[in-house]
């Protein structure tokens, strides 16, 4: 074999790489994907789903709005935000079939879910093979763990599955990062006994760091 013949033949194995390449990089750049955005409570996540939802309808994408129907403080089929955004929103019970469901419509760009840790995680699952199958984008919001910093069904899973993870963050009132769903009682005690789930607003949880939740629970513990 000839040098010209040789660099020849490397040339072409280059350039075909990097086309490969290049194919790959336009893949990732328009593969749907599975999102989980977390934050405590307080964190804004069903603005961000609402502002999300807006954004893919200004550009005349239809977006698929669903909620745990468990979660029914606003309404059956209702979501709405601290700051007053609101729509509404496909009610899901705990039974159903969220791939069987869209493939009834197969109509719409992108799938919101809020209150996401409310989910089966046959659900979570559901979720990602719509991801998959149909390439459509499915964005989660919700909390990553309950009153006692245990994860949810629906939040566990999505931290298996979801292939981008990324927290809404909020402050504790001493200023740092919230990361504790704290449960508190009529007089603003903090509670550490219960269900897993009580549907509430700020009249029943409030974002905490790890520091000021421990403190709160050994403050009330000194005074019973």
Same mark, same amino acid.
């Given at each position: 074999?000839?040098?010209?013949?040789?660099?020849?033949?490397?040339?072409?194995?280059?350039?075909?790489?990097?086309?490969?390449?290049?194919?790959?990089?336009?893949?990732?750049?328009?593969?749907?994907?599975?999102?989980?955005?977390?934050?405590?409570?307080?964190?804004?996540? +069903?603005?961000?789903?609402?502002?999300?939802?807006?954004?893919?309808?200004?550009?005349?994408?239809?977006?698929?709005?669903?909620?745990?129907?468990?979660?029914?403080?606003?309404?059956?089929?209702?979501?709405?935000?601290?700051?007053?955004?609101?729509?509404?929103?496909?009610?899901?019970?705990?039974?159903?079939?969220?791939?069987?469901?869209?493939?009834?419509?197969?109509?719409?760009?992108?799938?919101?879910?809020?209150?996401?840790?409310?989910?089966?995680?046959?659900?979570?699952?559901?979720?990602?093979?719509?991801?998959?199958?149909?390439?459509?984008?499915?964005?989660?919001?919700?909390?990553?763990?309950?009153?006692?910093?245990?994860?949810?069904?629906?939040?566990?899973?999505?931290?298996?599955?979801?292939?981008?993870?990324?927290?809404?963050? +909020?402050?504790?009132?001493?200023?740092?990062?919230?990361?504790?769903?704290?449960?508190?009682?009529?007089?603003?005690?903090?509670?550490?006994?219960?269900?897993?789930?009580?549907?509430?607003?700020?009249?029943?949880?409030?974002?905490?760091?790890?520091?000021?939740?421990?403190?709160?629970?050994?403050?009330?513990?000194?005074?019973?």
């Amino acid at each position: 074999m000839t040098r010209d013949a040789f660099f020849g033949i490397i040339v072409k194995v280059t350039l075909k790489s990097l086309e490969k390449l290049k194919i790959n990089f336009y893949k990732d750049i328009y593969m749907a994907k599975l999102y989980f955005k977390y934050g405590a409570m307080g964190s804004s996540k +069903t603005a961000n789903a609402l502002i999300t939802k807006f954004n893919y309808e200004e550009r005349g994408m239809r977006v698929w709005l669903i909620k745990p129907a468990l979660d029914d403080r606003d309404g059956a089929n209702i979501i709405r935000s601290r700051i007053g955004l609101e729509a509404e929103a496909y009610a899901v019970s705990y039974d159903v079939d969220l791939y069987a469901e869209f493939e009834k419509k197969q109509t719409y760009h992108a799938i919101i879910a809020d209150e996401c840790q409310f989910f089966s995680a046959v659900q979570i699952d559901q979720l990602r093979k719509i991801v998959d199958v149909f390439g459509v984008p499915v964005l989660c919001f919700g909390l990553r763990t309950d009153f006692l910093t245990h994860l949810f069904e629906g939040s566990r899973r999505l931290f298996e599955v979801a292939d981008s993870i990324s927290e809404i963050k +909020t402050i504790c009132s001493c200023g740092k990062k919230a990361i504790v769903n704290a449960r508190i009682d009529s007089d603003g005690q903090v509670v550490t006994e219960g269900g897993q789930v009580l549907i509430g607003g700020n009249d029943s949880y409030v974002a905490m760091c790890h520091s000021c939740w421990k403190q709160a629970i050994e403050s009330r513990t000194k005074n019973e």
